[in-house]
Each structure stands twice: as C-alpha cells, then as structure tokens.
C-alpha cells in the first residue's frame, strides 16, 4: 500500500487487489530486501526464488486458473510491481518474466503450447526472457538481423541479443527472429526456445550496468542453433512485429507502474532523511526550501500515479490505445527520474553514497527512460495520433 498517498485507491483497485498487496509486501520484504546486496554482488537472483515466488502465487495473477494462474486482471501485475519497488527491489526480473512474456505466449501459443509452458511459467519452474534487441538495433525491431531458416521439421537460428533481462536463468526464450529475411516487417516470426543444454546456445558475458546490478542481463549467441518449427508463436510465420507491437502497451504500463512506485519510494526516504538529519540547529526538513521541494515532488509524484491508473483502467476495460500507453511511460519515466534525482540532492553528500537506498534508485531510474521504448520513441508514437 502507499505510504505516501494512504487514503488514494485507484479506480481498478478491488478487495482483492489490496489482499495481494499485502501478501506481495510481506514475501518481497522477507524474501527479497535482505538478499539485494548479496544478488547485487552475484549479478543475479537466486535461482530458487523464482520457485519461492511462484510458489507464493506471483507468478503469472492474470492467467487462467488451469494453467496454474490466478485468473486475475493486470492490475495484479501491477500490485507485484508496485510493491517490489516500494521494497527497493532492483533485482527480480518479474517485469520481464510476469506481465509481459507470459502474454507472448498465452496470446499467442497454440493448446499444446500454453499447456506444456504455461504451468511451469507460474510455478517458477520456467523463467522467461524475450531476447529482440541486437547490438546496432536498438528500437528499431524490423532491422533484427537474428535470422531463422526452417530446415525440415527445424529452424536454424543464427544471430546474437544485448541487454536480455533473465539471461543467466532463462530457461524459456522468445526470439524475435526473420523467417523471411526479404520481407521485412512481414518477415519477422516470433519463436520459443528451450535453451537448456541446447546445442548452438550461448549466454554471453554478464553485462556491467550502472544500475541494478542484481539483475542478470546478458549476451546471448546462437549458432546453427535448431528449435523446432512447433515452437512457432502463431499459426503462421511473419506476424512477429505485428505481436510485438499489440503486447507493448503491457509493457509500457508495467514500466510507467514502476516509475510511479519509485518516484513515491525516492520521496518517502527523502521524508525520513530530511527528519533525521539536522544542520544550522534543526531538521533540515523544516527549512521551507527542503518542505517546498518534497511538497512540489509529492504533487507531481501524484499526477504520475494518477495518470498511470487511468492507463491501466484504460487498459481493463479493453480500450487500450498506443497513444496513451505511451503518454504514461513518457511522462512517468521522465518525471519519476526527476524526482528521484530532487530527492538525492536532499540527502546531499550521503545521496552518493551506495550504502543509501537513495542511490541505488537513482542509478537505477535512468533506464527507464529508455528501455520498453526511449522517450523519443514514446514521443513519435504519440505524434501520430495527433
């Protein structure tokens, strides 16, 4: 529950919403804060959490009861998120793994598919990454060069990935790969791969980020790697962009729910700080220039929040649109840097010490303005609808 804004609920929140909520709050901080800096140390969580979390049940809230799910709503997903944040969580790929690729391959897998993936998927069994950048490409998902030729009952998958969250525990990857390199966007195919001791398949060097160091993201390689064309996401090849792009409004909103959590986090560890510590005689969060800071951080912390929920029951209601999607991540990810960046500034020198939570929130935010799509892109998309 917000701390910061106690007596707020959003409109998609139910009974049920705050009963996860505090069931999530009670496994992350017992499970998850005491262990950052160990995972920070290690570049990965422990493997066996991700067991402990599907265990918990929150593993896939928003997927039918017989795969294993909870039959729940995104707001769910969005509760885990939240929670894990206000915990100073940085290290559990749940973003990744929960909201965003299950829905690949719920959406989009055949019977077969969803039966024999799905359950491990939320047990914790099966950890997911989506492997679509490409060092050179960036956003731009239609240049992947990351090629895959069907050879009999096979593709052959060549090509490597950059920056893929859950690359040391991934046992699920989908490849965004071209089945049909001559046709562009049209030739792009979204195919699953059961990387465990898979001939061809290598996890590249651990990536050396400036923020969240307990996450595990990671090079990947394949070569002459073989998967089998059942693995195929859809009933045909060449709809892998289209996919794409109908599945990142959830990964928008999920990256806009964390930058709300964080923004509302950065400013109650301001609040704290600014009680605790004195200078010239006093709390230095009575100086009218600390109150007029974190009352000005409060207010736009609330307008991110706000916005963000409404994008969500947008999203509930089935009335998503690209548009909006993207107007929550700009504007979350934008001012939710913003404000953590303010409220560094008032732990003055102890802001830049690594052993302040307030730190690893501001190492920790910058992405958000570029992954899920950078805030230009954000922008452009917003553009056209215009």
């Known amino acids: ?38 995972w920070a140390r290690q570049h990965a969580v422990d493997r066996e959490f991700w067991n402990k979390a599907g265990a918990a049940g929150l593993l896939g809230l928003d997927l039918p009861e017989e795969y294993g799910g909870a039959g729940g709503d995104f707001g769910m997903q969005a509760v885990v998120q939240e929670e894990l944040v206000y915990a100073h969580d940085s290290a559990f790929g749940f973003s990744v793994h929960s909201p ?15 039966q024999r993936w ?26 992947v060069k990351t090629t895959a030729v069907r050879d009999g009952a096979d593709y052959v998958v060549n090509g490597s990935k950059t920056f893929i969250s859950n690359g040391t525990h991934c046992d699920l990857l989908v490849i965004v790969a071209k089945t049909d ?16 001791g898979l001939p061809g398949f ?20 394949f070569s002459d790697m073989r998967v089998p064309v059942a693995n195929l996401l859809g009933a045909q090849e060449g709809h892998g962009f289209y996919q794409l792009m109908e599945q990142l409004a959830r990964e928008r909103l999920i990256i806009a729910t964390l930058c709300s959590a964080l923004a509302e986090a950065a ?28 009352a000005d951080c409060k207010a736009r912390a609330f307008a ?30 934008e001012t939710s840097d913003d404000i953590v960046d303010r409220c560094l500034q008032i732990f003055g020198g102890y802001g830049y010490m690594s ?25 452009e998309i917003i553009s056209r609808s215009m």
């Not at 007596?7 to 009670?26: F, G, I, K, N, Q």
């Not at 965003?100 to 897998?109: C, D, K, L, Q």
């Not at 390199?181 to 465990?196: F, H, K, M, R």
């Open 100 to 114: 965003i690729v299950a829905h690949y391959i719920y959406a989009y897998g055949d019977d077969e598919q969803k």
């Open 181 to 196: 390199p001559g046709q562009g966007a049209a030739g792009t195919s979204l195919i699953v791969a059961e990387v465990d």
């Open 267 to 294: 400013i109650l560890e301001a609040l704290r700080y600014s009680r605790e510590r004195e200078a010239f005689g006093r709390e230095i969060g009575k100086f009218q220039h600390i109150k007029f800071e974190l």
């Open 118 to 143: 799905l359950p491990g998927i939320i047990s914790g069994e099966k950890v997911l990454a989506i492997a679509m950048t490409e060092p050179g490409t960036g956003s731009d998902l239609q240049s």
């Open 1 to 38: 529950m917000s701390q910061l804004f106690p007596d707020y609920r959003p409109s998609w929140e139910t009974d049920a919403h705050r009963e996860l909520r505090r069931h999530a709050s009670e496994f992350i901080r017992k499970e998850a804060t005491p262990n950052q800096d160990r």
């Open 304 to 333: 991110i929040k706000t916005t963000v929920d409404a994008a969500i029951q947008q999203y509930l209601d089935g009335t998503n649109d690209p548009a909006t999607a993207s107007m929550a991540k700009l504007f979350a990810a």
């Open 355 to 379: 052993e302040y939570p307030i730190a690893g929130m501001y190492v920790a935010s910058r992405v958000n303005r570029i992954y899920g799509g950078t805030s230009e892109i954000m922008k």
């Open 202 to 221: 290598e996890r590249g060097r651990v990536l050396e980020k400036i923020g969240q160091h307990g996450q595990d993201t990671r090079e990947l390689f």
